[in-house]
Antibody
Framework: QVQLVESGGGVVQPGRALRLSCAASGFTFSSYSMHWVRRAPGKGLEWVAVISYDGSNRFYADSVKGRFTISRDNSKSTVYLQMTSLRGEDAAVYYC??????????WGQGTLVTVSS | DVVMTQSPLSLTVTLGQSASISCRSSQTLVSSDGSTYLSWFQQRPGQSPRRLIYKLSNRDSGVPDRFSGSGSDTDFTLKISRVEAEDVGVYYCMQGTHYPPWTFGQGTKVEIK
């Protein structure tokens, strides 16, 4: 069965960096695009970034462009989100999700990022 | 960017009754391949989001047939028939036709009366 396990969240000061990881299993990871989606406290879902199956295409939300980098290691079935210059508005639960039919089909349990001095 | 607008933002439903959530997009979601990449998600309290519907009206595996998606062009509806207690949560529509970015609606909170 599809399993996605995020890690790497925590408390970070404004302006600092954090790297999230998402370990996948139960499907052929190298065949699927992967998304990161977040939900800030009291807010709705916000799409953050996507990476194609082979890493050749990456897209970002305007709110994170230039600060976040999505990457993947197909040999480890893992997708990453490198977050730099973190701001208060980046505080959220971050979910990774497997794409299917241009939609986040299966989601992990999420990892909480808190940005606070 | 495509703007997705849901209504209502909050809905209280009696057990066993039906509920409908509307979602409108700022431009047509019909893709050049003829498909409509409109999805619906459910997020129960304390849980991760779960996709219910993809490509307008296709139910994901394990999703009860009480959930159905319909619509066309720019107007879409999620219908929940015979609402059960486990249906409490926030529901989102999302478009994947005109990307990037993929865009979500604001969410509709469903409560039980």
């Amino acid at each position: 069965q599809v399993q996605l396990v995020e890690s790497g969240g925590g408390v970070v000061q404004p302006g600092r960096a954090l790297r999230l990881s998402c370990a996948a299993s139960g499907f052929t990871f190298s065949s699927y695009s992967m998304h990161w989606v977040r939900r800030a406290p009291g807010k709705g879902l916000e799409w953050v970034a996507v990476i194609s199956y082979d890493g050749s295409n990456r897209f970002y939300a305007d709110s994170v462009k230039g600060r976040f980098t999505i990457s993947r290691d197909n040999s480890k079935s893992t997708v990453y989100l490198q977050m730099t210059s973190l701001r208060g508005e980046d505080a959220a639960v971050y979910y990774c999700a497997k794409d299917d039919n241009s939609s986040p089909a299966r989601w992990g349990q999420g990892t909480l990022v808190t940005v606070s001095s | 960017d495509v703007v997705m607008t849901q209504s209502p933002l909050s809905l209280t439903v009696t057990l066993g009754q039906s509920a409908s959530i509307s979602c409108r997009s700022s431009q047509t979601l019909v893709s050049s391949d003829g498909s409509t990449y409109l999805s619906w998600f459910q997020q129960r309290p304390g849980q991760s989001p779960r996709r219910l519907i993809y490509k307008l009206s296709n139910r994901d595996s394990g999703v009860p047939d009480r959930f159905s998606g319909s619509g066309s062009d720019t107007d879409f509806t999620l219908k929940i028939s015979r609402v059960e207690a486990e249906d409490v949560g926030v529901y989102y529509c999302m478009q994947g036709t005109h990307y990037p970015p993929w865009t979500f609606g604001q969410g509709t909170k469903v409560e039980i009366k």
